[in-house]
């Protein structure tokens, strides 16, 4: 049986995925990705649970990996306030 675009395994795809992209260096690909994820994770498990960081913390990566130290460091400190709740 098919899970759908908005189920939470499809958004685990999605990141699973853009964790290859981003090794690969393909950054703007991964952040698609990562953004898929994002959005699936805030509609099925809202914005305060841990895999709904993870995939802030996988967008932070890339932003470190292009250079975007202020807009990675925002989301960083994002990850660590879900985390520490």
Do not use: C, W
């Not at 898929?36 to 498990?45: E, G, N, P």
Request: overall charge positive; hydrophobic content about 45%.
């Amino acid at each position: 049986k098919a899970l759908g675009p908005d189920h939470v395994k499809t958004a685990d795809a999605y990141f699973g995925m853009a964790n290859v992209l981003k090794d690969q260096a393909k950054l703007e690909e991964a952040m698609s990705l990562y953004q898929k994820a994002l959005d699936i994770r805030l509609k099925a498990l809202g914005p305060d649970h841990v895999k709904t960081a993870d995939a802030y913390f996988g967008m932070a990566n890339v932003l470190k990996d292009q250079g975007k130290l202020e807009e990675a460091m925002g989301l960083y400190q994002k990850v660590l306030g879900i985390r520490l709740k």
